[in-house]
């Protein structure tokens, strides 16, 4: 078993940033691919962002590539979001997932382990 806890969010202007944490108990965390997705009201969970268990290929969606970054620091067994020029639309609810490596990176499906969530809202 994983267990993940997410901390971080907040209320930030456009044009801002806020940096995500993940933090991971429980089984060994290095082995896991992980992912942070989002869910904004009334809408489905989607895909943000994803780093392989080897911690050597990153795959973000169109909508973040440029301002947000993925990093994991296996010895906190931590995971980071750190995003930039945040605008309106980031606004949602973001969730880290952990998976075993091989399955796809963007499916919702794919994810063994969730994390509770934590608000992130941008305000224009």
């Known amino acids: 078993q994983v267990q993940l806890v997410e901390s971080g969010g907040g209320l930030v202007q456009a044009g801002g940033s806020l940096r995500l944490s993940c933090a991971a108990s429980?089984?060994?965390?290095?082995?896991?691919?992980v992912g942070w997705f989002r869910q904004a009201p009334g809408k489905e969970r989607q895909f943000v962002v994803g780093?392989?268990?080897?911690?050597?290929?990153?795959y973000y969606a169109d909508s973040v590539k440029g301002r947000f970054t993925i990093s994991k620091d296996n010895a906190k067994n931590t995971v980071y979001l750190q995003m930039n020029s945040l605008k309106p639309e980031d606004t949602a609810v973001y969730y880290c997932?952990?998976?075993?490596?091989?399955?796809?990176?963007?499916?919702?499906?794919?994810?063994?382990?969730w994390g509770q969530g934590t608000q992130v809202t941008v305000s224009s």
């Open positions: 780093l392989s268990g080897s911690g050597s290929n990153t």
């Open positions: 997932g952990a998976r075993l490596p091989g399955s796809g990176y963007a499916s919702v499906s794919s994810y063994d382990y």
């Open positions: 429980g089984r060994t965390f290095s082995s896991y691919a």
